[in-house]
């Protein structure tokens, strides 16, 4: 069964998705896809499979129908997730931890693992991909930003574990992304990342 398939019986071992949080420009999806090679998980990236079954960007998301149907979207996923028999490496949006009905759906079944990133790093990323950020969009995005982060940062802050991303190379992050998650309780055994 795919990770996205529909729901099966619960699998006989316990299991955990790793969920990663973080602003935008943390390196959710870039180190996400990395962390689940490593880990030998499926990878989902939230915004793609919204964008793929919509038939839509996210930025057209928030523009046509509002912010709370996009996070209505991530919260109907997360329970998709949550109801799956495969242990998957999960990239959500930047505002999934504050969407208390998708963390109440996956929370049960996941570790989750906030990437930590400072304003002006996480601006400087967002602008090297071509910016294109929905909550940006309009505004002065440094002081978006920052208030994202004063506003999530309680939500980010429940999470199981932090790792530091600034001033690391990808395969940095996801050592330790995969270290992490390998120590916290009840984790399946992975594979080494010697080979990042």
Avoid at 40 to 53: M, N, T, Y
Wanted: proline letters at 6%; aromatic letters at 6%.
């Amino acid at each position: 069964m795919t990770a996205l398939g529909a729901a099966g019986a619960a699998p006989s071992a316990p299991w955990r998705h790793v969920v990663l949080v973080g602003l935008p420009g943390a390196g959710k999806s870039t180190v996400g896809a990395a962390v689940a090679e490593a880990m030998q998980r499926p990878f989902v990236d939230f915004d793609a499979v919204i964008e793929r079954e919509a038939g839509r960007r996210v930025s057209e998301l928030f523009a046509e129908y509002g912010e709370a149907h996009f996070r209505a979207l991530e919260a109907t996923l997360s329970e998709r997730l949550a109801a799956a028999g495969e242990a998957c490496v999960l990239a959500p949006g930047g505002g999934w931890a504050a969407n208390a009905s998708a963390v109440a759906a996956l929370r049960p079944r996941s570790w989750v693992v906030w990437l930590t990133v400072g304003v002006d790093e996480a601006l400087r990323r967002i602008r090297a991909q071509g910016g294109g950020r929905p909550l940006l969009a309009g505004v002065d995005p440094e002081a978006a930003l920052a208030t994202l982060l004063a506003a999530r940062q309680p939500q980010y802050a429940a999470a199981d574990a932090q790792v530091g991303t600034e001033g690391l190379t990808v395969a940095e992050v996801v050592r330790r992304v995969v270290l992490v998650a390998s120590q916290l309780p009840g984790s399946l055994a992975i594979r080494p990342v010697s080979d990042f």
